[in-house]
């Protein structure tokens, strides 16, 4: 295990492990984020699964943890790496379990002063429409043609069905599609578990928020995003469900010998990985992309569903409640993607866990609507706490692949937190504090507590320190949905 003094400070926000702590290593090990957030990684493993990671083949610059990085399966979640397509691997334990867990905003129209006297509505409304917890039914029964189609096109599939604008399409990253996805990769057994669960926001850390947007911080950006002070938005947070999973775990299973049979040497069993363009990888690759497609539509539904439930309450009393998206993000992907090393173009697959994009203004995969601005960068607090908007630097390319943090990030396991807190006190302190909750569980309530995960703000400063992102806006709850 690596001690502090072993890092050397790059600068006020960047931590790095020399390659030469470790034989095996073939990149050095680095850190982004501010002394205190330094000082906080060494709570748990993932300091020792950094350099795990660092130890892989065909592994390009660095091996890379964002500010809210905490133990994870494999990789630290709050991991990037990029390895070389021809020269270098894929690995299911980079992406993790729940694939294309991600976030996605929408901007109302109405000041908090329009809605205020709606939100306890809103939150029933949302809670009944956008179904929720362990094993849930979604809003959506799809038939195995639909499916096929799902996990093929992602978001296209939800346009045409109806749920989704060209302008979602358009604001959702990739266009809300991974083209290497091939249905025919993904399991029967993880078909069976995503045919019922299209529309559903699950349990765990995925929610679905109503919030007020309390600062503004780059005018500009913020008005390219439609954001203003005083607004009401709502956060989507969710990925893809049991399909996602179950894709994960036989992947993982399939893949247990491909290091022997490639001669891979890995330093964790979690890691197991194939050659990106062997016949595994390949496999893997094609249904992770699946299941990303999956949770793209899955999220695109559930937006379609916040929309109806806004009608619902709020015709003919305000007169406009239309929804536009912001954005959706995803962060938990293998992407291939074209990056300048060393000063040549390199095609990477760049392998993002707990670590969302962060791209620049002018980034040809951007949409045109943000070309000037750059991408933005949606990171959510804990349960109660403040969230923020933030907006892709030029300097993230060659920091971290164009990469950021994803939230707040963990500071105590789920068990932990339910050892130290109440569901139902919790719902009654957020209650005090303005925040109307509705929840399927108090236990899956207890398990996200605020007291469980960093101090957002914190993670957030340390992205703008380091020159990763900046900030455009903050946000504050006023309405939960949990699983």
Known sequence: MAKKEDFRQVDDYVWELPRDHDARMEVPARIYGNRRVFDMAFGDRSIAQLINVAMLPGIVKYAMAMPDMHQGYGFPIGGVAAFDYAQGIISPGGVGYDINCGVRMLASPLAEEDAVSYFDELATALHRACPSGVGGKGAVQLSWDDLEEVLETGSGWAKRQGYATADDVARTEGGGCLPQAQ??????????RGRPQMGSLGSGNHFLEID??????????????????GQVVVQIHCGSRGLGHEVCSQSLSQLQDAPRRYGIEIPDRELVAAPVESEEGQR?????????NWAFANRQVLAHFVRRAFEEVLAGRVSDWELQQVYDVTHNVAKVETHTVEGRERKLMVHRKGATRAFPAGHPELTAVYRETGQPVLVPGSMGTASYVMAGNPESMALTFGSSCHGAGRTMSRRA????????????????????VRAQSMRGLAEEAPLAYKDVSLVVDSVEGAGIARKVARMHPVAVIKG
Not at 183 to 192: G, I
Not at 284 to 292: G, H, P, Q, V
């Open 212 to 229: 007020i947007v309390d600062a503004v911080y780059d005018d500009a950006a913020a008005e390219a995003f439609g954001l203003w002070e």
């Open 417 to 436: 937190a339910t050892r130290k807190v109440r569901g139902e006190k919790l719902r009654e302190e957020l209650k005090a504090q303005g925040v109307t």
């Open 284 to 292: 893997y690759l094609a249904a992770m992309a699946a299941a990303a």
């Open 183 to 192: 249905a025919a990769a993904v399991p029967d057994r993880a078909k069976e």
